[in-house]
């Protein structure tokens, strides 16, 4: 059995960004075991990005940091 996002960080490695978002947006739904560049939010921000859904982009960073405490100073005034 492959862990879950291998699919992704293949399509990832490919730069098949179209089909790897659909893969990390299912992954992220049953999966949140790993921490920051190996995060399924994370991945999906940088995949997104290489789309070019900037909006996207934004608010799947904004979920991630709500989820990882390192980055939970971004929201601090």
């Known amino acids: 059995m492959n862990p ?3 699919e992704a960080t ?3 490695r490919a730069k098949n960004w179209a089909k ?3 893969v990390l947006e299912s992954v ?3 999966y949140h075991g790993e921490s ?3 995060n399924p939010l ?3 921000a940088v995949t997104e990005r290489n789309l070019r859904d900037t ?3 934004l608010a799947t ?3 991630f940091a709500t989820q990882e405490s390192d980055f939970a100073d971004l929201f601090s005034d």
Request: glycine share 4%; proline share 8%.
């Open 4 to 6: 879950p996002g291998k």
């Open 61 to 63: 960073l904004q979920k």
């Open 42 to 44: 994370w991945m999906l």
């Open 36 to 38: 920051k560049a190996d």
């Open 10 to 12: 293949d399509l990832m």
């Open 55 to 57: 909006n996207s982009e």
């Open 20 to 22: 790897a978002k659909p």
């Open 28 to 30: 992220i739904e049953t």
